[in-house]
T-cell receptor, first 115, second 115 residues
Framework: AQTVTQSQPEMSVQEAETVTLSCTYD???????LFWYKQPPSRQMILVIR??????QNATENRFSVNFQKAAKSFSLKISDSQLGDAAMYFC????????????FGDGTTLTVKP | NAGVMQNPRHLVRRRGQEARLRCSPM?????VYWYRQLPEEGLKFMVY????????ESGMPKERFSAEFPKEGPSILRIQQVVRGDSAAYFC?????????????FGSGTRLTVV
């Protein structure tokens, strides 16, 4: 079974600085997708960034980028120039290409941004 | 396009009552997924549906829980004879058909409280 582990229940960062959130996963599949979602206090789940496992190039979306290490099964999220609005819970998620439906989520990391 | 619409936003039920949670997917999306989030935890997969079909219900408790996505109308997650342990946030997500790399579009969730 696939598992997703986020080993940092809480992280904090100073405004304008950079923070990295960790995620590891376990799978026997070779073709899959990885995602980071943001859940602010409003509880709305928002897709931040996605990565296809067959692509070596790390995905980037503005201030958000990932460090995808397929061999190590690691998928960390880097937030640059952190803003107060980045404060939220962040979830890492995995979906196998053989299964268009089910995604497996980690337990989340709560990010606090200090002014 | 209003996105994924879930209602009600908050639902309070007494033990033994029935809870009905509704989800209208984003326009053009034919896949619907239900996830449950317990306090301080990540999202746990419950069920994946397409119109008139349950594709994967491996995360759904065998008793008291059911889901449907009729040809017309919203998807319904039904919980019969609710118990305190059913208190959680229930999220619905949708995606387009065939888009395996598509991250979910989530609704705002329904917070069920069983008293």
């Amino acid at each position: 079974a696939q598992t997703v582990t986020q080993s940092q229940p809480e992280m904090s960062v100073q405004e304008a600085e950079t923070v990295t959130l960790s995620c590891t996963y376990d799978t026997s599949e070779s073709d899959y997708y990885l995602f980071w979602y943001k859940q602010p206090p409003s509880r709305q789940m928002i897709l931040v960034i996605r990565q296809e496992a067959y692509k070596q190039q790390n995905a980037t979306e503005n201030r958000f980028s990932v460090n995808f290490q397929k061999a190590a099964k690691s998928f960390s999220l880097k937030i640059s120039d952190s803003q107060l609005g980045d404060a939220a819970m962040y979830f890492c998620a995995y979906r196998a290409n053989t299964n268009a439906g089910k995604s497996t989520f980690g337990d989340g990391t709560t990010l606090t941004v200090k002014p | 396009n209003a996105g994924v619409m879930q209602n009600p936003r908050h639902l309070v039920r007494r033990r033994g009552q029935e809870a009905r949670l509704r989800c209208s997917p984003m326009k053009g999306h034919s896949h619907v997924y239900w996830y449950r989030q317990l306090p301080e935890e990540g999202l746990k997969f419950m069920v994946y549906l397409q119109k008139e079909n349950i594709i994967d219900e491996s995360g759904m408790p065998k008793e008291r829980f059911s889901a449907e996505f009729p040809k017309e109308g919203p998807s319904i997650l039904r919980i019969q004879q609710v118990v305190r342990g059913d208190s959680a946030a229930y999220f619905c997500a949708s995606s387009p058909q065939g888009a395996r790399d598509y991250g979910y579009t989530f609704g705002s969730g329904t917070r069920l409280t069983v008293v």
